[in-house]
């Protein structure tokens, strides 16, 4: 009776591991990143190696996240995020109406987005439309956030804008 019980007791916990090793596999089958996902990643390597002046590398990384951003943007339209980072990485690229459109699509959305309205700001700036960029960290003014800090900076010139 005690080896029955002992046996089943093993064979109870064998199967229960079992189990769950199958349902947390790593491979990343399991685990798909959407477009956006990825995208956002990649920006975030991008930036890295802007700050170490290794532009071409980053523009490599803004180019290809810009182009998982598009077919994230087709596949689920009309989300503010997303809207924000294609402004940002075709701002990046050099392309200012590009992202201008971008950032405007998403404000009509969400108009107190924090990050919409601080990168708008930025290229505002950039483009010589100081009191355009006002108007967005007044936006941010409420906010309490890290954002109104650096564009507020970059509006007077504390800091450069990288573009």
Not at 71 to 90: M, R
Not at 113 to 129: A, F, K
């Amino acid at each position: 009776m005690i080896i029955k019980t002992i046996f089943t007791f093993f064979l109870f916990i064998l199967l229960t591991l079992n189990s769950y090793s199958a349902g947390s596999s790593d491979d990343s089958s399991s685990k798909v990143k959407s477009n956006y996902d990825k995208a956002v990643v990649i920006i975030k390597s991008a930036k890295k190696y802007e700050k170490k002046g290794k532009t071409e590398k980053a523009n490599k990384r803004y180019k290809k996240a810009l182009a998982l951003l598009i077919k994230s943007n087709e596949k689920k339209p009309n989300k503010a995020d997303t809207l924000n980072y294609l402004g940002f990485t075709t701002r990046k690229l050099g392309d200012y109406d590009g992202g201008e459109k971008y950032y405007l699509q998403g404000l009509a959305l969400e108009p107190n987005h924090i990050g919409i309205n601080e990168y708008l700001g930025e290229l505002y700036v950039v483009t010589s439309r100081i009191d355009l960029a006002k108007e967005r960290l007044n936006i941010l003014k409420s906010c309490n956030c890290e954002e109104y800090d650096e564009l507020k900076e970059i509006i007077d010139g504390k800091k450069k804008s990288k573009y």
